[in-house]
């Protein structure tokens, strides 16, 4: 499993709805992941785990939140390396917006 900075990630939760992480730093022997949802949300895995717990790449290009929130220190040291706006014809979305959940029907079809 090929893991890169700025991906996105999901994993079903236990109320059958869909966590959405951003890959903010992968090393060697570990992972970073932040909740879309919740920016306060940081945890590491490894490769391994990811794969053995059921997250799934979404999005190969990352979500940036535009919307103000926390202290602009924080908002300052993550300064995205291209234009959150752009429109990314692969994708089919722009940075700013959020990816789709497209992983309820993954779940579905792998139950039956």
Do not use: W
Request: aromatic fraction near 6%; proline fraction near 6%; hydrophobic fraction near 35%.
């Amino acid at each position: 499993m090929d893991i890169h900075t700025g991906e996105v990630y999901g994993k079903k939760t236990s109320s059958n709805k869909l966590a959405m992480y951003n890959v903010l730093k992968v090393s060697k022997t570990s992972i970073t992941l932040q909740n879309i949802d919740n920016p306060l949300s940081l945890f590491e895995t490894t490769i391994q785990k990811l794969a053995i717990l059921g997250y799934v790449r979404i999005s190969q290009t990352p979500y940036i939140n535009l919307n103000k929130s926390g202290a602009k220190k924080r908002q300052a040291a993550r300064k995205p390396t291209r234009c959150p706006l752009t429109l990314d014809f692969l994708e089919d979305r722009a940075d700013s917006e959020r990816p789709a959940p497209i992983l309820p029907d993954l779940f579905t079809q792998a139950a039956l």
